[in-house]
């Protein structure tokens, strides 16, 4: 597991395990904690190894066969590739293709977690997966959003030139316990503020639309897609729209907080809407989202307040 301390790829980890799989944990920490693991340490089965993955891993790590290669190691939100540009090309590029080396080498299942990025500020809504995109190269996204369609690229390119079993997972927002607090993603951001009393900052009009899966559906999705018979690419999100006006006042509501929204400068090349055709993936996998928006924020909402909490008590 590629990336396996992250956000996303934490609670892979541990999914993985309770079905009985051994994993290898593999982060360089750059966004990623060992903290997102520590529950699992001295389980049967786990291994966390410190490595970036952009440079070849060390084969006497691999003490047992590998069957799958999962790569999610890449800095995912706004200010994160923001901060580290040339990380995020070379997590979608070097580290995508020795994670497709290991997959090639071993004969394993490689699968990508690529990124509703991809698509870019979309034309066609719902955005299906024969939607090539709408993105800009050079804007200050780019690294991120060009790091995922050259991923994607040479995924496809060790499919056809080595056959390399491989499928690629289009990701779309993803919220849930773990996420950093300060990672600059719409839900931690406006918890983080909701329950501090402090006003929630909507950057545009708020009228600009996501579609937001809670982490296990999504893991779920990815699970199911690594064992299926499918190259994708498969949409991975929740269908239900909202607006990130009304996202931010259903935070408000849910926290019981006094805060008020206040609008910012519009941020560059932002989509205007985004929300995932997930026929294929119902079709191919049976998969659909099942956790309902207001329930996973409460869930959500529940763990920032407690670690919000230890953190104060720490200090």
């Known amino acids: 597991m590629l990336g396996g301390a992250g956000f ?69 939100s706004p200010v994160d590739y923001l901060r580290h540009p040339l990380e995020t090309l070379r997590a979608g590029s070097y580290a995508t293709e020795q994670g497709l080396v290991l997959a090639r080498d071993h004969g394993a299942r490689f699968l990508l977690a690529s990124t509703s990025e991809v698509y870019g500020d979309a034309e066609v809504h719902p955005q299906p997966e024969t939607y090539v995109g709408n993105v800009n190269p050079i ?34 927002n993803t919220y849930g ?41 999504t893991v779920a999705g990815l699970l199911a897609l690594a064992g299926a018979d499918t190259t994708g690419p498969v949409n991975v999100g929740n269908p239900d729209e909202c607006s990130v006006q009304t996202l931010a006042e259903r935070i408000i509501a849910l926290v019981g907080s006094g805060s008020t929204i206040r609008h910012g400068p519009p941020v560059i090349d932002d989509p205007h809407r985004r929300c995932p055709d997930i026929s294929r993936a119902n079709a191919l996998l049976g998969w659909r989202p099942t956790v309902d928006l207001d329930n996973g924020l409460q869930h959500t909402i529940q763990w920032f307040a407690a670690h919000r909490e230890t953190a104060l008590v720490s200090t």
């Open 177 to 217: 316990t773990r996420m950093r607090p300060a990672d600059g993603r719409l839900v931690p951001a406006f918890i983080g503020a909701a329950l501090a009393g402090e006003p929630l900052t909507v950057f545009g009009d708020g009228k600009q639309t996501r579609s937001l899966c809670h982490v296990s559906d």
């Open 8 to 76: 996303v790829g934490s609670h892979v980890c541990e999914a993985l395990l309770a079905a009985g799989t051994s994993v290898l944990c593999v982060d360089n920490f750059l966004t990623g904690s060992a903290s997102n693991v520590a529950s699992l340490a001295g389980k049967p089965g786990f291994r966390l190894v410190e490595h970036d993955a952009t440079t070849p891993l060390n084969p006497r790590l691999l003490v047992e066969p590998v069957d799958l290669v999962l790569h999610l190691a890449s800095p995912a």
């Open 139 to 172: 804007g200050p996204r780019s690294v991120y959003d060009e790091a995922k369609r050259y991923a994607e690229a040479l995924t496809f390119a060790y499919h056809r030139t080595y056959a390399v079993d491989v499928v690629v997972a289009r990701i779309f």
